[in-house]
């Protein structure tokens, strides 16, 4: 079965520190992932994502994610944390092929960004 | 362009009482997904519609009612609701069935009593 699980459900880090949020992906197919990040009472917002083109990928905001096939992983960093960024962020996998293009949402990692 | 319009923002009902949550897009996207939001658990899907004529069950489909009548609107409806069905509820579009990003309403913040 098709899944995604982010393996933290809250980050806490300092302003201008290093953010990392892990994500890790079960799929027989090649599949297609996003992060997309979540501000207070509002809807997602697209930050990045890969669709079998470059393992590294850039997206908005300094952000950019790893595609790592071995792994089954696909972590998102920025390498100094703004205030900003204080939000919650969300994996997603799309598994095209056999559903449709459905996507799977991971459960989620508020990150906490300390001044 | 306004985008996905989701209405009401927030709502509160009794258990048993029914509902429809509305949302619309003016972008003539195809596919139109509604998904609710609990804690700790990330976004679900409810149902989901590839175009006009067209929908089919997410991963919690259970209470829950939709219709396709036109390319813009895809309403949500709740027949009969429970407790377990207080959420937040978001509805999302994109254009086909390409991996290209959803396109997210502002959420309706449900309670049922």
């Known amino acids: 079965a098709q899944s995604v699980t982010q393996l933290d459900s809250h980050v806490s880090v300092s302003e201008g520190t290093p953010v990392l949020l892990r994500c890790n992906y079960s799929s027989s197919y090649s599949p297609s992932l996003f992060w997309y990040v979540q501000h207070p009472n509002k809807g997602l917002q697209l930050l990045l994502k890969y669709t079998s083109a470059a393992t590294l990928v850039k997206g908005i905001n300094g952000f950019e994610a790893e595609f790592k096939k071995s792994e089954t992983s696909f972590h998102l960093t920025k390498p100094s944390a703004h205030m900003s960024d204080a939000a919650e962020y969300f994996c997603?996998?799309?598994?095209?092929?056999?559903?449709?293009?459905?996507?799977?949402f991971g459960q989620g990692t508020e990150l906490s960004v300390k001044p | 362009n306004a985008g996905v319009t989701q209405t009401p923002k927030f709502q509160v009902l009794k258990t048993g009482q029914s509902m429809t949550l509305q949302c619309a897009q003016d972008m003539n996207h195809e596919y139109m997904s509604w998904y609710r939001q609990d804690p700790g658990m990330g976004l679900r899907l409810i149902h989901y519609s590839v175009g006009a004529g067209i929908t089919d069950q997410g991963e919690v489909p259970n209470g829950y009612n939709v219709s396709r009548s036109t390319t813009e609107d895809f309403p949500l409806r709740l027949l009969s609701a429970a407790p377990s069905q207080t959420s937040v509820y978001f509805c999302?579009?994109?254009?086909?069935?390409?991996?290209?990003?959803?396109?997210f309403g502002s959420g309706t913040q449900l309670s049922v009593l």
């Open positions: 999302a579009s994109r254009p086909g069935q390409t991996n290209e990003k959803l396109f």
């Open positions: 997603v996998v799309s598994f095209y092929y056999n559903q449709g293009g459905k996507l799977i």
